[in-house]
């Protein structure tokens, strides 16, 4: 199997560190708001190279953070009135219901920055003792950027260049650091900020410092993997690099892998710029999977548009491959013993589908070609698999199917459709539940609603359903 490796530029096999056993960090969400579909292309197709490595015999140890601790959940917080803690566990919440609803499967750990402190402490301690960090007047703590001689290599940036151009970095100029390039460790509390003690100052976490004390934490001290959107390889990814092969002397990561950008209109979706559509709100028109496959008809690597021309056409796609799939588990049904003789021939044709498949998702997760694969291999069970052919030749293309749409985390059984009385039912126990300020069920009742495709709208005159 190859990966594109960001830190070599080309394609390279992959071998991991212990044989059977993969290690594997993705660099996950601020939590202050709904995450957009941009943060969730990386939950996707980093879940779907994960299942491909256990379909492939692999353990797979998968870390996944929360950045709990920023100056945006701090300006969120304040502007309700509330503790970061409370912004941030709502949207860790909120986030695993999306999660769900995109079938990414919870990671290994999933850790939170403001969890983690102490051993961000002691891995600071370790670089101002190696003289690859030093405190300010101030107690503000620095990278010593310069003492690190492998730094930019995996941008392909060289600190010189960029001072020629001053573009990527923001200059300090205060605060007693002695570099422009020096990024921040450790910073000092402002008035109403979350904080901790430490020997610097009361204070609080750079951003960068997290992730390296994770990875070593959850996953040793040299990983496999480490994968993020491409936004991340300067500078977090470069500065977790130096943080992390300073502190422990060996290397960091083997593999670093990076999506490209979810677009719309050509421009990256971001929070910041505010064109962003939240996958919440995308769950109000389409069922997620739909997401999931429109995410997974690119490569990773190639820029993907979002638009409803796209979501459409993955509609009726994730209906074409739902519809072959129900049909040959009814085939199916009660099929035992060996695919006779008139049905080797599909059953030899369904097995080189999977082994394209399979080709194509060894070449560097190529998820676009994999799932021509599968199309043909529903084309391939349309014709080929008929209401006489027996009930073992369905099974054995079924069970061909199972595993393509299993690697793509794609769910292939149609949800049993409530009937009007089960909703009215379920509504009226959910407002029951908000009566009680139980809103915990109240809130269960509407995500099982909205999972069978009914959505539900709170109005002034009570709530109103409709189907997905
Ligand atoms: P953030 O909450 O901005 O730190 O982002 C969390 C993850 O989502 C990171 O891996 C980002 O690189 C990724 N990400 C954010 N915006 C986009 C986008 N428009 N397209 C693809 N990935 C994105
Ligand atoms: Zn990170």
Sequence with gaps: MKIYNTLTKRKDEFVPITPGVVTMYVCGPTVYNLIHIGNARPMIVFDTFRRYLEYKGYEVRYVSNFTDVDDKIIKA???EGVTSEEISTRYIAECKKDMEGLNVRPATVHPQATKEIPGMLDMIGTLIAKKHAYAGPDGTVYFRTRSFPGYGKLSGKNIDDLQAGHRDIKVSGTDGKEDDFDFVLWKPKKEGEPYWESPWCNGRPGWHIECSVMARRYLGDTIDIHAGGEDLIFPHHENEIAQSEAANGVPFAHYWMHNAFLNIDGVKMSKSLGNFKTVRGVSEMYDLQVLRLFMLSAHYRSP????????????????????????????????????????????????????????AMDDDCNTADALAALFELVRLANSAVTEESSQALAASVLSVMDKMTG?????????????????????????????ARDFARADAIRAELLKKGIILEDTRQGVTWKRA
């Design 77 to 79: 917080a304040n502007e």
């Design 407 to 435: 690697v793509l985390g794609l769910i292939t059984k149609r949800q049993e459709e409530l009937l009007d009385s089960e909703i009215e039912a379920l509504i009226e126990e959910r407002t029951a539940a908000r009566k």
């Design 304 to 359: 993907l548009n979002f638009s409803k021309e796209l979501m459409d056409s993955a509609k009726a796609s994730l209906e074409r491959i739902v519809t072959a799939a129900e049909r040959l588990r009814r085939l199916a049904e009660g099929a035992e013993g060996e695919v006779p003789e008139a049905g080797k021939e599909t059953v030899t044709a369904a097995e080189a589908l999977l082994t394209k498949f399979e080709d």
